[in-house]
C-alpha cells in the first residue's frame, strides 16, 4: 500500500473513531518497537561482551577500555533515535504531520516525554502522543537496565586493568 493510501485511510475514518484507532496504530508501533528495541540491545550487549573477552585475552588497554563502553552508549542512542524517526514516519505516513523534521521533532518530545513543543496534532489524533510516550518510558527502562550492565562490566575491566599495573 502506498504510502499516500495510509494518509487517504487515516483521513477516511470517522471522527469518532479517530480517538480509538489512534490508541491502535499506537499500540501497534510500539510492540513493534519494543520488538526491534529488544533485537538491538542484546546485539549491543552481545558486541560489547565480546568486546570485553577480546579486552580480556590480552594487555588492557585503557583506550580501547574507553571506547568500548562509549561505543555502546553511542549504539543505544542511535537505537533510541532510529524508534523516533520509526514513529515520525508513522505520523507522516498517517498524514498526521507533514514536514520530517516537525514529525521527528514533536516524536521527540513525545518519546522523551518531555512535552515542549510548537507542533501538535488534531484533537482526534492526540491520542497517538501518549503511546510515543509509553514506548519511549519502556525503551529507556530497557536501555537503564543495560546500562547497569555496562557500567558494572566497564568498572571490572577498569579494575582489572588497575591489578595488571
Known sequence: MPIGDLSALALAIPDEYKPLAAIGIGAFVLVCLMFFHGLGTHRILVQR???????????????????????????????????????????????????????????????????????????????????????????????TSSLVNVVGAHARLLEEREAEE
Open 49 to 143: 561482551q565480546r568486546g570485553e573477552q577480546r579486552l580480556l585475552s590480552g594487555k588492557h588497554h585503557l583506550f580501547a577500555i574507553a571506547l568500548l563502553f562509549e561505543w555502546a552508549v553511542f549504539l543505544m542512542l542511535v537505537l533510541h533515535l532510529v524508534e523516533i524517526e520509526v514513529w515520525a514516519l508513522t505520523l507522516q505516513c498517517l498524514g498526521l504531520i507533514p514536514r520530517a523534521q516537525d514529525a521527528f521533532f514533536f516524536c521527540a518530545n513525545a518519546y522523551t516525554t518531555v512535552g515542549y513543543g510548537v507542533v501538535d496534532l488534531e484533537p482526534h489524533w492526540r491520542n497517538i502522543s501518549p503511546m510515543i510516550s509509553i514506548s519511549g518510558l519502556f525503551t529507556f527502562a530497557w536501555t
